[in-house]
T-cell receptor, first 113, second 111 residues
Framework: NAGVTQTPKFQVLKTGQSMTLQCAQDMNHEYMSWYRQDPGMGLRLIHYSVGAGITDQGEVPNGYNVSRSTTEDFPLRLLSAAPSQTSVYFC????????????FGPGTRLLVL | GESVGLHLPTLSVQEGDNSIINCAYSNSASDYFIWYKQESGKGPQFIIDIRSNMDKRQGQRVTVLLNKTVKHLSLQIAATQPGDSAVYFCAENQDSEKLVFGKGTKLTVNP
């Protein structure tokens, strides 16, 4: 198993540009989530999904959209990037969340100029 | 504010010593706690977890203690090694769909 994969590893955007951060897992996990990590802070939940076709907002959802058309993929979309979205983004998955640890991807470093 | 936090942002220990990393949580309804290790440039990696019906759980060189009375969680690393240098996060499952992370403690192991 490849586990949780994320692409790209690095990305530089200009303010107002759009892009999609890709996340995929091959462990047949139902639960997937996106976090952002800023310097000196822990991970903050952006959006999550408890299964294909179901998504919900986390702690900091503004400026981000998600969809879950398949069990394997959970892309995160920035429709109009802002400098405040400069961060490291982590995708995670697990069979469930309740009483279950999550497996994290390697992260995507995003710089918005 | 943060409902899961750490008492110390940094911890420096000598190789071979035991390390203790602390975490306070505020939600008494949280029933599942996890410790993660994050090395530079990598994603968080699961270390150990504990459910609220337990007060202690041991793994390989690591022990997690849970004190529900004072809402305190700790991670003990025995015989700390240079490879243990990383940022350690505690996380709590406040409801069935979300994890809340603390800000992290940076552990530095000196040779």
């Amino acid at each position: 198993n490849a586990g949780v994969t994320q692409t790209p590893k690095f990305q530089v955007l200009k303010t107002g540009q759009s892009m999609t951060l890709q996340c995929a897992q091959d462990m047949n996990h139902e639960y997937m989530s996106w976090y952002r990590q800023d310097p000196g802070m822990g991970l903050r939940l952006i959006h999550y999904s408890v299964g294909a076709g179901i998504t919900d907002q986390g702690e900091v959802p503004n400026g981000y959209n998600v969809s879950r058309s398949t069990t394997e993929d959970f892309p995160l979309r920035l429709l109009s990037a802002a400098p405040s979205q400069t961060s490291v983004y982590f995708c995670a998955s697990s069979y469930t969340l309740y009483q279950e640890t999550q497996y994290f991807g390697p992260g995507t470093r995003l710089l918005v100029l | 504010g943060e409902s899961v936090g750490l008492h110390l942002p940094t911890l420096s220990v000598q190789e071979g010593d035991n390390s203790i990393i602390n975490c306070a949580y505020s939600n008494s309804a949280s029933d599942y706690f996890i410790w993660y290790k994050q090395e530079s440039g990598k994603g968080p990696q699961f270390i150990i977890d504990i459910r609220s019906n337990m007060d202690k759980r041991q793994g390989q060189r690591v022990t997690v203690l849970l004190n529900k009375t004072v809402k305190h969680l700790s991670l003990q690393i025995a015989a700390t090694q240079p490879g243990d240098s990383a940022v350690y996060f505690c996380a709590e499952n406040q409801d069935s769909e979300k994890l809340v992370f603390g800000k992290g403690t940076k552990l530095t192991v000196n040779p």
